[in-house]
């Protein structure tokens, strides 16, 4: 959040720096910053949409979003073959704040076997749907049908 105090220290400096464009990568917040810049400065702004939380209005995939998409697809193929080689669940815990955005789009990249996030349940129903993922990777199990399971989650969940 933005203070009187802090944003006349910004423009000092930018005016003491004979600066005459800020431009500016992030979210909301830093773009947000960047308008309340621009009510007590007059050089040029410039404000380009940069966040993992893919929150911004009329963008369908930021710079940040789509970073993180890439990193967390090939750190989750190497998961893969652990999980594969020892037989073992994995829970992934992937940025969302806000959106679960990340966790879906990964989620179907990799073709992770349970995707959860704040979107596909409620906070009442948290319990219930651990035990239903249990029960299904305990099925899976039984069946033979696979000897590994990957599951991800938005770290929203999470913080519950």
């Known amino acids: 959040m933005c ?6 220290q910004a423009v000092s400096s930018l005016i003491k720096l004979k600066i005459d464009t800020l431009i500016i990568i992030g979210g909301d917040g830093s773009l947000n910053g960047l308008l309340a810049i621009k009510q007590y400065w007059q050089g040029h702004v410039i404000g380009l949409p940069g966040t993992i939380d893919n929150d911004l209005d009329g ?3 930021t710079i940040g979003y789509s970073t993180a998409i ?3 697809i090939e750190a989750i193929d190497k998961i893969r073959d652990t999980a594969d080689a020892f037989d073992r669940v994995f829970v992934i815990e992937l940025m969302g704040r806000h959106s679960g955005h990340i966790a879906f789009n990964v989620g179907i990249a990799t073709g992770a076997e349970q995707i959860i996030s ?3 349940f409620s906070p009442d129903q948290t319990q219930e749907k ?3 993922i249990v029960n299904d990777i305990a099925k899976q199990h039984q069946l033979g049908r696979s000897s590994y399971h990957i599951v ?3 770290l929203a969940v999470l913080k519950r």
């Open 70 to 72: 890439n990193t967390a």
């Open 152 to 154: 991800i989650c938005g």
């Open 3 to 8: 203070t009187v105090t802090g944003l006349n």
């Open 118 to 120: 704040f979107e596909n």
């Open 59 to 61: 963008t369908d995939f």
């Open 130 to 132: 651990v035990i239903q």
